[in-house]
C-alpha cells in the first residue's frame, strides 16, 4: 500500500513508518517538526526509493490537500499528536488546535481525496489514539473498546474529542476508518521528556530520578515496535468502523518500573552506588490518573495479534538503545521544556 502517516518523526510515529518500509510499503511521512519530532528517528529509511518526508502541519488544510493530491495515499495512518499531559495542562491550546482541530482538517482533506478517487471501499483512514480517553481504573477492571469515554486531563481530552470526530466521519460521511487506543509505549527514540527516558538519562547523570506522588499509579506497559506491528495489522485485517485495543499486557505500578529500569543500569553501567538511590518522590501531577490497564481479547480473536515483547525483555533493549545512542539524546535535551517539571501550573 502507499501509507500516508502523519507524525512519522515522532516515537511512535517514526516505529511504524520504519517497520511500514521494511514490510514493502510505500510510505509519506508527513510531520509539522515541532519540538517532539526528530527525523533522525527515520534515518534508517531515509535513502529508501519507498520513504518521501513532507513538511507540512496538520493545522493547513491547504498544505494537506496538496500533499493528497501529490501522492494519492491509499490509506491514511494519523499518529500526529500533541501527547505530553503535563504540557497539556500547562498549555491546553496547542493540544486543542493540533489533536482537534489538526485531525478535523486531516479527516476533510482525507474525505475530498477519497471522493475525487471514487469513494474505493479499499481506502483505509486509521486513528491513533490513547487509552487516557476512558479515563481512571480502580484497583480491578479493565478498559474495553466499549468503556464510556471519562478524559481527566486536557491531552485526554482533546483525544477523546478527535475519536469522535472520526466515528462521525464514518457515520456521516461513510469514510471507511479503523480506531485503536493503545497502553503506554516505551522503546528506542522515546523523547526524553517522557517517564522511561527520564528515568535512565537522569540515572546517569547523577541526578535525582523523579516519582510523582507515591509512585503506586499503575501502567500497561507496550513495547513500540509491537505497537507498530498491531497499527499495521489493524489497518489491513481491521473490520470497518471498528476500534481496537491494544495493550502489553504488562501491568505495573511506577515505582517497580522505575526500580526494574535501576536495576538493569546496575548490571549495564555499574557504579559505587545502586542508582534506585537517587529516586525522589515528587508533588503528584493535577488529575493523575491512578490506573490503566487495557482488555486485549479484541485484537487478540479478531485479528490474531498479541505483543511479542515481555516487559523484562523490552526494558532491557530500551537501557541498552539509550546506553549505544548517546548523541540521539542528547541533541534533544537542550529543546524546549525537556528537563523542566512540567505541568503544575494548574
Known sequence: ??????????FIGSAVVRLAVAQGHTVINLDALTYAA????????GNSPLYTFEQADLRDRAALDAVFERHGPDAVMHLAAESHVDRSIDGPGDFIET??????????AA????ANMGKPETFRFHHISTDEVFGSLGKTGQFTEDTSYDPRSPYSASKAASDHLVRAWHETYGLPVVLTNCSNNYGPFHFP?????????????????PIYGKGDNVRDWLYVEDHADALLTVLEKGALGRSYNIGGENEVTNIDLVRMICTILDNKRPKSTPYADQITFVTDRPGHDQRYAIDPTRIATE???RPSVTLEQGLER????YLENEAWWRALQDRHGVG?????KA
Open 111 to 114: 474525505r475530498t481525496h477519497w
Open 303 to 305: 485479528l490474531g495479534w
Open 99 to 108: 489533536n482537534i482541530t489538526g485531525t478535523y482538517n486531516l479527516l476533510e
Open 1 to 10: 500500500m502507499k501509507l500516508l502517516v502523519t507524525g512519522g518523526a515522532g
Open 193 to 209: 521528556e517522557k517517564l522511561v527516558p527520564v528515568v535512565i538519562l537522569n540515572a546517569l547523570a547523577g541526578k535525582s530520578i
Open 38 to 45: 526528530c527525523l533522525d528517528n527515520v534515518a534508517s529509511v
Open 340 to 344: 523542566e517539571r512540567l505541568g503544575v
Open 318 to 321: 530500551t537501557v541498552q538503545w
